[in-house]
């Protein structure tokens, strides 16, 4: 469990990175918090022939509210973000759903772009990300662009990110006001990637957004399940055709030890759940 | 605290461990700390497949790498006496030889089959993956149960078949006791497979010395002396030129007691080298190449009258044991504990059970805390609550009517156990008590009205420790059950104690340390203990059994004894009074019935070694003395407890809790109380991963798919209930401390209860959970079968 032979640079500024990486190419990797790179490396999953460490880029540390809009720059840290007053007031989702990512340890190092961009299905941030209907800004030495983040996830671990460019920051509309939300999600253990997870967000003027995690290949935003709870009352209760709703938004897995079956199971109780208890918490 | 502490008593004081302020300030040293000159380090390749055919190994690229200094392949390893697991003890039980490395085969996914030595691990890595094997993938068998169906493949042809071993006991006319019983239950149970993961993994560095011809070698093992044995037997290497030195150990649970390929590949490649080699195992080897345990499928059946009483019980085990036997310990003991140890606690006479001991194409099971006795434990449990259900009595009512008599003691039961000591009754009325029986059934009854599912638990256990003389002895294994201890009391009237236990985090040492400042009349820090070292301690076995403190325990007694009777006698000399009439006490040595201070232990000491001019010519100055200590007929100590859980599950995820766990030991004498508590703790929270969590996932044609923490889940401190501790003390009877061991019970009781408990929880749905460990899958399936049988 040692690291594959790798060159090391830790540029001082943006425009230094995004050079080194355009440079480089295919060839490098941009090293953050490391929580997930690190553990690639040490079991010999990737051999990069140079890391481009991008945490001396203090200008991606910030969280600041422009109007209502929330930016998140891709080196913010989750325990920053855990506990960011702007954020707790403004997208508490992200709030409610960081107790359930990693431990103490991992969240004081791990970075808000680095689970972006390693797009785990299961992470809670990515799909916090799609609830919440947030944009990812990404970077390159050939200039910005812009991408909604249900687009940006794009498959197991796979993303719309090109080779020499870097998530810069992700902007999150605030949660409007009157709206509701709720996280939760099943782990085997506390701080586990969990079996199956939903982030949900309950705004009077639009439809719900459910995103479920661990029950696809990406964070799912479940629309087909969204519209049929539409004017349902509550509490719910073994609503009809919830779980074919659910069968027709997820695409789950075969995992060994949770069939898709299971997960799918799991992702029913947990709509339950969640949407029940989010009537109980008061809305924004 | 014990009650019969007096003040001035050092045995029973819950003392903290010795070495626990160096070890928390990081200053251990662990086999991966220490670094000797022109030391290399070696990496394994191992084999991706459980069954594959060596077509050719092309090594030339890996020792071109940089920083190589050698790679070997398994077929340059075969003028080493091969490893054969067997029992000689065992009639019938084979096993093919194990080389060091796979020759032409490997038979089991982490076999290793060459190794890569270079100036760096990262380098030996590197060049590891350049090692190109070409596999010819053969069919592997992958169960017991494929193991010995009629049509298998023998995975070794020389040996006939995949039957290690096979025994079967029959006592009483089991058939018909069952016939003629009121009620006969019947379970069948599946246990994964699993390891026993000590914190820091298996590693070794092997010196040889071309100068002396001699070998070192710094591991982290159990049993030093047993290494020393084995490279001795293996190598062909005299037994005065083998050192074994365990360093800090950090947790074996059996499995740095067994005895593995790489083992002696590390220490032919360091002769060959005449270098010093390190190997480490990693996170990801430990998982594939560590012994496992368990992979048991079993059916049982217990007969009960109308009242309540047992009447016999059936129970056959498969046991899948990998691809070899394991050297020295022995694949057939899971079984046969299992089988002999079932219903232990319970009065009944008839009895019909076997084991069967089979190969496959998975890595060996070896030692693994507890062994064959959870297996037991639950089997009986589960099959108690059953029977006690449907006579509509209450499970603890069962078992109260049940368990073995004090009057009925010593006996042996119809499986063959023999108690004699133990204290069922006891520690059940004490376990009732500690965790409210009543009131938890009742707080159960209302929630079940609310359709929340609790669960309560209970499980009565022997654990059989210290195994002993009859028992390895006729194995031909050369393992030592005795023990040894050897005091030096310093010119400082203290005393350095050299013991041939090992200490792994246990706080042995430390046990050992109070019970020779108390046999001798010193406080506890006038006493400090080594062992761990096969070439400075008196011979002797090592950490395996819960045996330490009973064994190795009596005979630091006996030579503290032997040592206050010498400083008595000097001191005697010294101060004109009759031996009789003096005694030690915390470091004095005093006039026994006034109690006033003779001597100092410290001026005796001084006069003793630096002023022999002033003793009489004829003084006798004896101030080091050895004792050994084993227990030539005696099995084991009997040792027993109950555990109870509290669990609740969530019926529409599967999911269980944990609300609450107690535990209640008879462990004999108690040394220390702090030390005692902690390896139940310990044990039950390895239990409940065990139960819950742990378990080896593999594919349809035998690839594991679960090679790493990610996936191998084993039990977090969020997750755990709090763990109430309590005692019954009934010494041993055989020896002077009195102690037995404690080792495994926390596990032990803890998968019992935990299985029993989570079953009660499902009982209002007519489910049953048997397949370990309890995801929640196989909870919502077992739900889901309930229903649709409905
Ligand atoms: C034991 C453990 C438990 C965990 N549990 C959870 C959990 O429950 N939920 C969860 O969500 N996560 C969990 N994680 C993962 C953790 O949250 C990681 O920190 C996170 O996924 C990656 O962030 P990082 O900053 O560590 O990224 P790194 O490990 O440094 O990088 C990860 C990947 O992202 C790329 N990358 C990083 N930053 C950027 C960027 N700005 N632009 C482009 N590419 C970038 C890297 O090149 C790399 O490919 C766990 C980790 C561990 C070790």
Known sequence: ?284 | MSATVKDDAVIGKGFPRKELQRLLRGRGRYVADIKLPRMLHLAFVRSPHPHARIVDIQTAEALASPGVVGVYIGKEFTDSEPLVGIALHRRGHKSAPQYPMAVDRAVWQGQPVAAVVAETRAEAEDAAELVQVEWEELPAITSGEEAVAPDAKAIHPEIGDNLAFEHTISVNDPEKTLAQSHIVVEQSFRFERQTGLPLETRGMIADWNPGDESLTVHYAHQSPFQMQEIFSRHLGIPPLKIRVIAPDVGGGFGIKLNIYGEDLAVVMIARRLGRPVKFISDRLESLVSDAHARDHDIVAKMGVSAEGRITSMWLDDLGAVGAYGMPFRFNVAEGMMCITMAGACYDFSSYWGRTRSVYVNKNLVGMYRGVGIPLACIVTEVLADKAARQLGMDPADFRRLNHRRKEDLPCVTPNGSQLDTVSFEECFEKVLKLMDYDALRKEQADLRKRGILRGIGLASFVEATSYGPPYYGPSQASISTQDGCTLRLEPAGVVRCITSLTDQGQGTLTGIAQIVAEAVGLSFDQVEVMGNDSAISPYGGGAWASRGMAVGGEAALNAGRALKQNIIALAAAITQNLPEALDIKAGEIVNKESGAAVLSVAELGRIAYFRQDTLPKDADVQLSVTRSFADNHKHYYMANGIQASYVEVDEATGFIKLLGHWAVDDCGRIINPLQVDEQVRGGVVQGIGAVLYEEFMYGPGGGLQNGSLVDYLIPAASEMPDIHVAHVETPERTTQLGAKGIGEAGLIGAMGALWVSVNDALQPLGATVAHQPFTPERVLLAIKAAKAGR
């Open chain 1, 1 to 284: 469990m040692k690291y594959p032979d790798f060159a090391y640079v830790r540029p001082a500024s943006l425009g230094e990175a995004l050079d080194c990486l355009q440079k480089y190419g295919d060839s490098a990797i941009p090293l953050a918090g490391g929580q997930s790179l690190l553990a690639t490396l040490a079991m010999r999953l990737s051999s990069p022939e140079i890391l481009v460490d991008i945490t001396g880029l203090t200008e991606l540390s910030e969280i600041a509210r422009e109007g209502d809009t929330i930016r998140i720059g891709a080196l913010v840290k989750h325990v920053q973000l855990l506990q960011s007053p702007i954020v707790r007031g403004a997208t508490p989702l992200f709030t409610a759903a960081l107790p359930h990512v990693a431990h103490v340890a991992i969240r004081n190092r791990g970075t808000f772009g680095g689970s972006l961009a390693f797009a785990d299905p299961a992470a809670e941030l990515p799909a916090c990300l799609v609830a919440l209907g947030g944009t990812l800004v990404l970077g390159s030495s050939a200039g910005r662009r812009e991408i909604g983040a249900e687009d940006f996830f794009t498959g197991l671990l796979e993303t719309d990110l090109r080779p020499g460019e870097l998530i810069l920051e992700a902007r999150v509309p605030a949660q409007a006001p009157g709206s509701r939300w709720n996280f939760s999600e099943l782990s085997r253990r506390h701080g586990d990637f969990p079996l199956a997870g939903l982030a949900a967000v309950m705004s009077p003027m639009s439809e719900a957004r459910l995103v479920y995690l661990g029950c696809a290949d990406r964070p799912k935003l479940a629309t087909a399940t969204a519209g049929m709870l539409r004017g349902a009352s509550y509490p719910l209760k073994d609503v009809p055709g919830l779980a074919a709703a659910l069968a027709e938004d997820l695409d789950p897995a075969d995992t060994p030890g949770c069939s898709a079956e299971t997960r799918l199971q799991l992702a029913g109780t947990l709509t339950y759940r969640v949407l029940n208890d989010l009537q109980e918490i008061p809305a924004r």
